[in-house]
């Protein structure tokens, strides 16, 4: 402590220590909201389907998607980042995940809302399973976080149903 | 600063930055204000650094007492041993 330079030097590293004890302080806090969200998709129609002889199984949909996210957010988050994917089972794989549809929520309000979308990447299947399959719509989310740990979490929605090709 | 000044000035930013960051940890979560934690925070490190950095004159009240002049030359700093002696020594061991 003789000199300022080295008063200096002390003042800044402990505040630098201690910042970094808070963050992870604000982050723990997190581990104390527990979140009740609600969803709910419905399919308004399928749009096309597209059978290529020696390709891949496409189908197009819209869908309204109703949410209530906003138990989600908390002091620490900085955003929201959500995605619709389909689920479905192939005799290739056990599973197979397409992302249909994401967003990212920047604040609360917006954290409820209703939207009716076309599917904004494509439902494409490796190879050609698609006519009549049953599949689920899984709502992701990420909570990302302004310092810390983030958590994840979904919400399965089933009993989704993809028509048979002559009635597209 | 003296030794005395530079122990207080410690002791003050220790206890300066740890009120600080825990008020703004408090405030924080309970307004729900990620952003006014690092605003008091921010608020309270250039505080700190204002109050302990520079040379107060608070921080100096138990001045040093140096040697007059006169008074040190009464009391000469002690000679090197000589060269020879030192010669004998390690021949011995």
């Given amino acids: 402590m003789h000199s300022f330079g080295y008063r200096a030097n002390a003042v800044l590293t402990f505040a630098l220590t201690i910042l970094a004890l808070m963050c992870a302080i604000a982050s723990f806090s997190d581990n104390f909201n527990f979140p009740s969200p609600s969803a709910e998709i419905q399919i308004v129609g399928f749009n096309g389907f597209k059978k290529k002889p020696h390709g891949n199984d496409e189908v197009s949909l819209t869908m309204n998607i109703t949410a209530d996210l906003q138990s989600l957010f908390t002091w620490n988050t900085k955003q929201l980042f959500i995605f619709v994917a389909a689920e479905y089972e192939t005799p290739q794989n056990s599973l197979n995940q397409v992302s249909l549809w994401d967003a990212i929520i920047l604040a609360k309000e917006h954290a409820k809302f209703w939207i009716q979308t076309k599917n904004k990447y494509r439902f494409v299947d490796q190879g050609s399973n698609l006519r009549g399959k049953d599949f689920n719509l899984t709502l992701h989310w990420h909570v990302m976080p302004k310092t810390g740990k983030m958590f994840a979490d979904k919400l399965v929605m089933s009993g989704f149903r993809i028509p048979e090709e002559h009635s597209l | ?93």
């Fill in chain 2, 1 to 93: 600063m003296d030794w005395q000044g530079q122990k207080q000035a410690e002791l003050w930013m220790q206890i300066l930055l740890l009120v600080f960051s825990v008020g703004a940890l408090a405030t924080g979560y309970i307004i729900g204000s990620f952003r006014m934690m690092m605003l008091i925070y921010a608020g309270g490190v250039f505080f700190t650094t204002l109050l302990t950095v520079p040379n107060w004159p608070f921080f100096n009240r138990h001045p040093l007492k140096w040697l007059d002049p006169s008074e040190a030359e009464k009391h000469p700093k002690p000679q090197k041993a000589v060269v020879s002696k030192d010669k004998k020594k390690s021949s011995k061991k």
